[in-house]
Nanobody
Framework: QLQLVESGGGSVEPGGTLKLACTAS????????IGWFRQAPGKEREALSC????????KYADSVYDRVTISRDKVTDTVHLQLRNLEPQDTAVYYC??????????????????WGQGTQVTVSS
């Protein structure tokens, strides 16, 4: 079973930037599509972005497309999600997940099979 580990969360002031990382414990992310999601208290888990196994296909949710960049580093076997111009409403637990299909990706949590434990992002002044 694939175990995903998120890192890079923390507390930041409004307007700040964070770069989250998703890695695999004991296995590789190669040949896997990866999605990033977030869940705020009392809200449903929301898809933010995804990337296919090659890095050539990327998708972004309309709610964050101008403030988020997803990328994958094959050398370090890491998928990053950079969050810019953060706002208090971005406060949530951020999760990465491994997609069912590697040749594409989807902004649909039902198409992901393995999930990390999440990393907390808090935006406040």
């Amino acid at each position: 079973q694939l175990q995903l580990v998120e890192s890079g969360g923390g507390s930041v002031e409004p307007g700040g930037t964070l770069k989250l990382a998703c890695t695999a414990s004991g296995r590789t992310l190669e040949l896997r599509s990866i999605g990033w999601f977030r869940q705020a208290p009392g809200k449903e888990r929301e898809a933010l972005s995804c990337i296919d196994s090659t890095g050539h296909v990327t998708k972004y949710a309309d709610s964050v497309y101008d403030r988020v960049t997803i990328s994958r580093d094959k050398v370090t076997d890491t998928v990053h999600l950079q969050l810019r111009n953060l706002e208090p409403q971005d406060t949530a637990v951020y999760y990465c997940a491994s997609g069912v299909y590697h040749w594409t990706c989807a902004l649909d949590r039902t198409e992901y099979e393995y999930w990390g434990q999440g990393t907390q992002v808090t935006v406040s002044s």
